[in-house]
């Protein structure tokens, strides 16, 4: 089973950038497809964005499109979640999950197996 860490998360200002990543141990992380979610105090978890190596699938929400880019180290051991202009509304704890490649990306939380522990990100207005 793999185990993933999230990292990367801070307090930045508004229009600021933060890069989170999402390191595997246990399997490289080409087996599977990667989602990152967000959970704000109070709001249910949402998508952000999801790749799938296989076949090269990434997917964004709408709401961090042209903003957020996800990408992959060459070993695929790490999936990172560069995050620019960042907004106060993208103020949340950030999640790394995957499901395996034969399933393609998803924005639905509960379709994901193995999360990690999370990390904060906080933008201040």
């Known amino acids: 089973q793999v185990q993933l860490v999230e990292s990367g998360g801070g307090l930045v200002q508004t229009g600021g950038s933060l890069r989170l990543s999402c390191a595997a141990s246990?399997?490289?992380?080409?087996?599977?497809?990667t989602g990152w979610f967000r959970q704000a105090p109070g709001a249910e978890r949402e998508f952000v964005g999801a790749?799938?190596?296989?076949?090269?699938?990434?997917a964004y929400a709408d709401s961090v499109k042209g903003r957020f880019t996800i990408s992959g180290d060459n070993a695929k051991t790490t999936v990172y979640l560069q995050m620019n202009t960042l907004k106060p509304e993208d103020t949340a704890v950030y999640y790394c999950?995957?499901?395996?490649?034969?399933?393609?990306?998803?924005?639905?939380?509960?379709?994901?197996?193995?999360w990690g522990q999370g990390t904060q990100v906080t933008v201040s207005s």
């Open positions: 999950a995957v499901r395996p490649n034969y399933f393609s990306t998803s924005y639905r939380p509960e379709q994901y197996n193995c």
């Open positions: 246990g399997r490289s992380l080409s087996s599977y497809t």
């Open positions: 790749i799938r190596w296989r076949g090269d699938s990434i």
